[in-house]
């Protein structure tokens, strides 16, 4: 299968883009709580982004897993397949922002990944940043901590982050990975912890973490305030918590351990936009005067 089969893109339609990064969030196994897709949706604003591409959804699904969803507005009913869209967000006196909120697939992997990586070639993303969020032994009453890897050596010298260093299973963020890494493409990868005990409710406080680190490190301005949303859940997440006698001698004693531990695997947020953009201006000016 060619990914000219599978991508509707077309670079004419976009025009110059300012300095622009890729977003790159799935649904499914690297998205507990889906907050990695809502810390990237955070960044498209409706009325002002454009949808310039599309992943045909039809060769990568095993739709008896994924099934589609019907809908009907006005006794008209409608199909809705899993969507992989490519959204150009501009933002005067900041980067630009290439994103895609898509669903892992479950087939034709290599195919998948190299739509994505000739998206961002054509659109000459300065990096990719794909972001997912996992289960993780930490206590929902602290910050989770976002964590970051790089199989790119200057990039993870510029940032201060790790190689990446995890083996076994993967999803298709670690394929896309190294896909990106053998065309050159400088990727990074952000991760936010979900508290394992409650991985069935929702986590607006991991996906802030996610949305607030990349609004720092990339100069772009989220478009959605959390904290209401965190105020919620956390009332909701402490009634759980006090109905189990044992469960709430377990979260103490996460707040203990992660108390102990630095809050972040990586530099603050502020030390690693300076990095990341002085990283990029480098990449810059090398690629002009090749």
């Known amino acids: 299968m060619d990914v000219s089969e599978v991508l509707e893109f077309s670079v004419e ?70 969507a992989n869209e490519i959204v150009v967000q501009r933002n005067a006196g900041h980067r630009d922002l290439v994103s895609l909120i898509g669903v892992e697939p479950h087939m034709h992997w290599a195919t998948y990944v190299d739509a994505i990586a000739s998206v961002a070639t054509s659109l000459r993303c300065e990096a990719v940043v794909t972001v997912g969020s996992a289960a993780e032994a930490i206590p929902h009453t602290r910050r989770p901590p976002v964590t970051g890897s790089t199989s790119n050596e200057a990039l993870a010298g ?72 965190i105020d919620s859940w956390r009332e909701v997440h402490d009634e759980i918590i006090d109905t189990d006698d044992q469960l709430r001698m377990y979260v103490r004693m996460l707040e203990s351990e992660f108390d102990r531990r630095a809050e972040a695997a990586i530099p603050t947020a502020d030390d690693l936009a300076a990095d990341f953009e002085q990283f990029l201006d480098d990449l810059r000016d090398d690629n002009d005067g090749a």
């Open 13 to 82: 339609a976009v025009g110059d883009l300012d300095r622009p990064v890729m977003l790159v969030g799935l649904e499914g196994w690297f998205d507990v709580a889906s907050a990695a897709t809502h810390a990237v949706d955070s960044f498209i604003d409706d009325d002002a982004a454009v949808i310039v591409g599309e992943i045909d959804a039809d060769p990568f699904y095993d739709f008896t897993q994924q099934r589609p969803l019907v809908s009907v507005d006005d006794g008209v009913r409608s199909i809705q397949w899993p």
């Open 158 to 229: 510029a940032l201060g982050l790790g190689a990446p260093s995890y083996e076994g299973i993967t999803g298709v963020a670690g394929v896309l990975q190294a896909a990106l890494e053998s065309r050159d493409i400088p990727a990074v990868s952000l991760r936010v912890g979900i508290p394992h005990y409650l991985m069935n409710a929702e986590h607006p406080q991991a996906t802030a973490a996610l949305s607030r680190h990349l609004s720092h490190v990339l100069d772009v301005p989220t478009r959605i305030d959390f904290s209401d949303q």
